[in-house]
């Protein structure tokens, strides 16, 4: 009997560096949102280094005192005389530090020399986001992009890596001759090209496909649908399974889910309406997953109306309205009629914190929704709002159904929704609403002219 094999647990150091125009709540916006990034990857943050400095160190990205800080603490040593003086040592911690997490997209060269000085593997906020997405996508398309996107990553640190290589190579080949590590480094080089160059092909054949797919779609669509647009951990898949009832995913991780999930809204309405939740947003996306990005928000795109969700509890949530309209507006998906649901406000604090900040928040943006996906009440308010979008289009009608041919109540039902029912000697009269083409279709085959 074979026994389940624990995965050791991990444990992460974060460091940053505070640049004079990045204010406190928006550098402890993204600090937070990287330790929950290490969270997704199966990290526990044990500890954050943060220095205030008005550039990047150079050689190392932090300047050379808090390097040797974070040495001591990875190290399990007491800081030195001259900097215990300056410095308050964070309590020892009892355990391997696993990776150090930066903050930013720092060069090959200078996670080179950090990792040397400090004594443990480090990832950069770029290479954090590449190695989540590459574990969760699972489209064809998502995992095409997310490829791309680290090859394009690791080619330079290809290159960083073989320097010691084609030194020591240098060292031992004739003179004038070239290193090892230098044409192994030209042989990696080329076989990335030339595999970016495979990918980028199918990524094209993989649009024009979904294009075909989309225009059919769209051409035989007859339900109603909903898209949730917003950033990561806004709450997004929690307000999924409270509009549909379904049992989605819902982690307190970032990216928890990276592919679109498509349900029913519940209750069922008329006309039906479908429910997509798209990935989420994310500060400081790297550039070469953008594009993968975008491809994944293509369910926006064929949504009759969007539901940009947005946590109403962060502080820096109007930074990332902008992102999200800018992206949106990228992608062509901002003509797409929008609502904006501000998630979380049972997070804001007592109940005179909440209301006040719903009364700021509706003063600013009119049409708002305010709610918790929690709150049964806020979520039925949000699904009568939903289902009133797509029935304000509708067409009203009366028609007459004789005794004779009461095996078309059925299909009255199942088409339209009716308001009104009411029978003489001779059938019954229905007050229906529904698609204009069922409604039509209906007084055609029931009351001829």
Request: proline letters at 4%; glycine letters at 6%.
């Amino acid at each position: 009997m074979q026994t389940e094999v624990q995965e050791q647990p991990k444990y992460a150091i974060v460091a940053s560096v505070q640049r004079p125009n990045v204010c406190d709540a928006e550098f402890e916006s993204s600090l937070t949102e990287l330790r929950e990034l290490a969270k997704t990857l199966g990290f526990t943050v044990v500890h954050t280094f943060v220095q205030r400095r008005n550039t990047f160190e150079m050689t190392a990205y932090l300047g050379a005192g808090k390097r040797q800080e974070i040495r001591c603490f990875v190290s399990d040593e007491p800081l030195p005389a001259e900097l215990a003086e300056t410095t308050q040592a964070p309590a020892p911690f009892d355990g391997q530090i696993d990776a150090l997490l930066v903050d930013h997209e720092i060069s090959p060269s200078q996670a080179r020399n950090l990792e040397i000085e400090v004594g443990c593997p480090v990832m950069d906020r770029t290479m954090v986001i590449l190695e989540i997405f590459h574990r969760n996508a699972r489209t064809r398309a998502a995992r095409t992009q997310v490829e791309i996107a680290r090859l394009g990553y690791m080619a330079p640190r290809l290159r960083e890596a073989a320097k010691l290589a084609g030194q020591q190579g240098r060292q031992r080949s004739s003179v004038g001759g070239r290193g090892v590590g230098e044409s192994l480094t030209e042989l990696d080089r080329r076989k990335v090209r030339d595999r970016i160059a495979e990918l980028q092909k199918e990524i094209v054949a993989m649009d024009a496909e979904r294009s075909i797919q989309r225009a059919r779609r769209l051409e035989n669509q007859t339900l109603a649908s909903v898209a949730l647009v917003g950033y990561t951990n806004a709450g997004k898949s929690t307000l999924m399974r409270a509009l549909t009832g379904s049992e989605v995913l819902v982690a307190n991780k970032l990216f928890a889910t990276l592919d679109t999930t498509v349900r029913t809204l519940y209750p069922e309405s008329k006309p039906r309406v479908l429910v997509s939740d798209t990935v989420g947003f994310i500060k400081n996306l790297p550039h070469g997953l953008v594009a993968s990005f975008k491809s994944t928000l293509d369910e926006s795109l064929d949504a009759s109306l969007l539901l940009h969700v947005i946590d109403a509890s962060d502080p820096g949530f109007q930074r990332q309205l902008e992102v999200t309209d800018e992206v949106l507006k990228e992608i062509g998906a901002h003509e797409v009629p929008r609502l904006r649901v501000f998630n979380k406000i049972d997070h804001v604090g007592d109940a005179a914190a909440q209301a006040e900040c719903e009364a700021v928040l509706r003063a600013r943006f009119p049409d708002c929704v305010v709610m918790s996906a929690k709150n049964p009440e806020d979520v039925a308010r949000l699904h009568g709002q939903i289902v009133a979008f797509f029935q304000q289009h509708l067409a009203e009608a009366e028609i007459f159904l004789p005794w004779a041919h009461q095996q078309m109540r059925g299909k009255i039902y199942a088409s339209c929704t009716v308001l009104d029912e009411h029978s003489n000697e001779e059938g019954t009269f229905f007050t229906i609403r529904g698609e204009r083409d069922d409604v039509e279709r209906l007084s055609e085959q029931l009351n001829p002219a």
